[in-house]
């Protein structure tokens, strides 16, 4: 009969000892570290009573012994910028600024793609080898138009030139226009054209109406000349002379007229030159005109072929015809693709519009899903889209990324990582303590006294915790030590 109360009594001793050394355990599994003198309250403020606690299960009393051996650290409460990363999924694709699209420039038979598919080409390389008939026919028009250019460019010059043969015999009459002298007039061998005959022939009647004025100034006192004689030689030089200074403005105005339409010549010229190069240029994908390229066909047994090349510098990423094929002008027949830029296109969602304040040139970041080890890629923000996509509710947003080693191609899957910093109230992850789905925070009340504060969370990452609700600035709280002291009031209660 005596047996039954003693093991009862037995029972009670072992679990009272059972849970002293649990709770022995859970305060003592931190190591002992110093106490935050900064944080911590003054020995002489009061702490709560044994009565106290055991009112308010949330309150709990901590001697200074035990905060040593679990190593509290504590911390104050501050509103600092709480970085607010976004992902948005999105897609790369080429950078149209960087890739080629080589389209057929008239009626064409692919002959052969000098560049295999997925090989580099840089630009004014050998690409793609066609044929047009057209091609012959625009040759054989290139040449003439040459010629013809050259023919009135001569003209040009040439009018030029006998102009400044005229100022120059113009000059020279004006120097000696009140005593006429044929000692300075130019050789035969001076080509003057139709405007310097004009005006040497109507000098030298002037000349001579003025030789024979001077003779009759002369004899006109030794009565051998009547002065009616006289009178109608002075007459003559007057109407020589107004005859020289018309030939002189006529031929000035001729000069002028044949060296404006001489120019218009040309500009007519050189306009149908340049639109036949153009379409030369066209044909051979050349950025800039090149002459040597142009007027040499490739194989001169069969002038109807010839190479186009390469755009810009990149990799032969799509091919549309075989060889033999014919194109139609303007479809597409080879894509040249620089992918050492690529863009990041993204949509962003009605719930990421205030992530619209973004502008051409800010930096974020980008991941390629299946490529983590590629880690968060730099990248640039491009364009941000000005209306709303009907299909799918969302703002187009785009990045532009470098792709120097040639890891990633179009089509991957990516997600864009925006940040936003904003003001919160920040917590390292390790201040905060979770029981039975709601989380706390261990406030400090006084020196030996804590009080553990249910909270609402909001976003997180690997080092810090934002607090939606239930926190104040300022309060000094737990952030190492956590779990042995916030563990003691549950095993309390419990």
Same mark, same amino acid.
């Given at each position: 009969?005596?047996?039954?109360?003693?093991?009862?009594?037995?029972?009670?001793?072992?679990?009272?000892?059972?849970?002293?050394?649990?709770?022995?355990?859970?305060?003592?599994?931190?190591?002992?570290?110093?106490?935050?003198?900064?944080?911590?309250?003054?020995?002489?403020?009061?702490?709560?009573?044994?009565?106290?606690?055991?009112?308010?299960?949330?309150?709990?009393?901590?001697?200074?012994?035990?905060?040593?051996?679990?190593?509290?650290?504590?911390?104050?409460?501050?509103?600092?910028?709480?970085?607010?990363?976004?992902?948005?999924?999105?897609?790369?694709?080429?950078?149209?600024?960087?890739?080629?699209?080589?389209?057929?420039?008239?009626?064409?038979?692919?002959?052969?793609?000098?560049?295999?598919?997925?090989?580099?080409?840089?630009?004014?390389?050998?690409?793609?080898?066609?044929?047009?008939?057209?091609?012959?026919?625009?040759?054989?028009?290139?040449?003439?138009?040459?010629?013809?250019?050259?023919?009135?460019?001569?003209?040009?010059?040439?009018?030029?030139?006998?102009?400044?043969?005229?100022?120059?015999?113009?000059?020279?009459?004006?120097?000696?226009?009140?005593?006429?002298?044929?000692?300075?007039?130019?050789?035969?061998?001076?080509?003057?054209?139709?405007?310097?005959?004009?005006?040497?022939?109507?000098?030298?009647?002037?000349?001579?109406?003025?030789?024979?004025?001077?003779?009759?100034?002369?004899?006109?006192?030794?009565?051998?000349?009547?002065?009616?004689?006289?009178?109608?030689?002075?007459?003559?030089?007057?109407?020589?002379?107004?005859?020289?200074?018309?030939?002189?403005?006529?031929?000035?105005?001729?000069?002028?007229?044949?060296?404006?339409?001489?120019?218009?010549?040309?500009?007519?010229?050189?306009?149908?030159?340049?639109?036949?190069?153009?379409?030369?240029?066209?044909?051979?994908?050349?950025?800039?005109?090149?002459?040597?390229?142009?007027?040499?066909?490739?194989?001169?047994?069969?002038?109807?072929?010839?190479?186009?090349?390469?755009?810009?510098?990149?990799?032969?990423?799509?091919?549309?015809?075989?060889?033999?094929?014919?194109?139609?002008?303007?479809?597409?027949?080879?894509?040249?693709?620089?992918?050492?830029?690529?863009?990041?296109?993204?949509?962003?969602?009605?719930? %990421?519009?205030? @992530?619209?304040?973004? &502008?051409? *040139?800010?930096?974020?970041?980008?991941? !390629?899903?299946?490529? =983590?080890? /590629?880690?968060?890629?730099?990248?640039?923000?491009?364009?941000?889209?000005?209306?709303?996509?009907?299909?799918?509710?969302?703002?187009?947003?785009?990045?532009?990324?470098?792709?120097?080693?040639?890891?990633?191609?179009?089509?991957?899957?990516?997600?864009?990582?925006?940040?936003?910093?904003?003001?919160?109230?920040?917590?390292?992850?390790?201040?905060?303590?979770?029981?039975?789905?709601?989380?706390?925070?261990?406030?400090?009340?006084?020196?030996? %006294?804590?009080? @553990?504060?249910?909270? &609402?969370? *909001?976003?997180?990452?690997?080092?810090? !915790?934002?607090?939606? =609700?239930? /926190?104040?600035?300022?309060?000094?709280?737990?952030?190492?030590?956590?779990?042995?002291?916030?563990?003691?009031?549950?095993?309390?209660?419990?």
């Amino acid at each position: 009969m005596l047996i039954l109360p003693f093991l009862c009594l037995t029972a009670f001793v072992v679990a009272l000892r059972s849970s002293e050394s649990l709770r022995s355990f859970v305060l003592g599994s931190s190591s002992a570290t110093s106490v935050s003198e900064s944080n911590a309250f003054d020995q002489t403020e009061p702490t709560g009573t044994a009565d106290e606690v055991a009112k308010d299960p949330l309150l709990i009393h901590v001697s200074s012994t035990m905060q040593l051996s679990t190593g509290v650290q504590f911390a104050t409460i501050k509103v600092s910028d709480w970085s607010d990363d976004r992902l948005i999924p999105a897609k790369l694709e080429l950078d149209p600024g960087r890739h080629y699209a080589v389209t057929a420039p008239a009626d064409v038979i692919v002959e052969d793609l000098v560049v295999p598919l997925g090989g580099f080409v840089r630009r004014g390389e050998p690409l793609l080898e066609m044929s047009s008939s057209q091609l012959t026919t625009l040759r054989g028009g290139l040449n003439r138009q040459q010629l013809l250019t050259q023919k009135a460019k001569r003209s040009v010059e040439w009018h030029r030139e006998i102009q400044e043969r005229v100022k120059e015999i113009i000059a020279n009459i004006e120097k000696t226009s009140e005593n006429p002298s044929r000692d300075w007039l130019p050789s035969p061998s001076v080509q003057t054209a139709e405007y310097g005959a004009k005006i040497l022939s109507a000098y030298a009647k002037y000349w001579a109406a003025s030789q024979l004025a001077q003779i009759s100034e002369r004899v006109i006192n030794s009565g051998v000349m009547a002065e009616k004689a006289m009178i109608e030689r002075t007459t003559d030089r007057e109407g020589a002379k107004a005859l020289l200074r018309g030939a002189i403005e006529q031929s000035r105005f001729d000069l002028q007229q044949a060296i404006l339409e001489a120019e218009s010549d040309l500009a007519a010229a050189e306009g149908s030159l340049q639109s036949i190069q153009s379409d030369m240029r066209r044909y051979l994908g050349l950025k800039k005109w090149d002459g040597e390229l142009a007027s040499k066909p490739m194989n001169p047994e069969l002038p109807d072929r010839f190479i186009h090349y390469s755009p810009g510098d990149g990799l032969v990423f799509e091919r549309y015809f075989a060889n033999g094929e014919r194109a139609s002008m303007g479809e597409l027949i080879v894509l040249v693709a620089d992918i050492k830029s690529l863009w990041c296109v993204g949509d962003l969602r009605q719930r %990421d519009w205030d @992530l619209l304040q973004l &502008k051409d *040139g800010d930096e974020v970041k980008a991941e !390629i899903i299946g490529l =983590e080890s /590629a880690g968060k890629i730099p990248a640039r923000i491009e364009m941000v889209g000005g209306t709303v996509q009907n299909a799918t509710g969302s703002i187009r947003l785009t990045a532009s990324i470098h792709n120097d080693e040639l890891k990633f191609r179009p089509g991957m899957i990516a997600r864009l990582i925006l940040n936003r910093p904003k003001p919160a109230i920040v917590v390292p992850v390790g201040a905060v303590f979770s029981h039975d789905g709601v989380e706390y925070l261990v406030k400090q009340e006084s020196r030996e %006294d804590f009080r @553990l504060v249910p909270i &609402k969370i *909001g976003r997180r990452n690997r080092e810090q !915790i934002e607090i939606a =609700e239930g /926190a104040q600035t300022d309060w000094s709280i737990l952030v190492a030590g956590v779990f042995p002291i916030a563990s003691q009031a549950f095993l309390e209660k419990e």
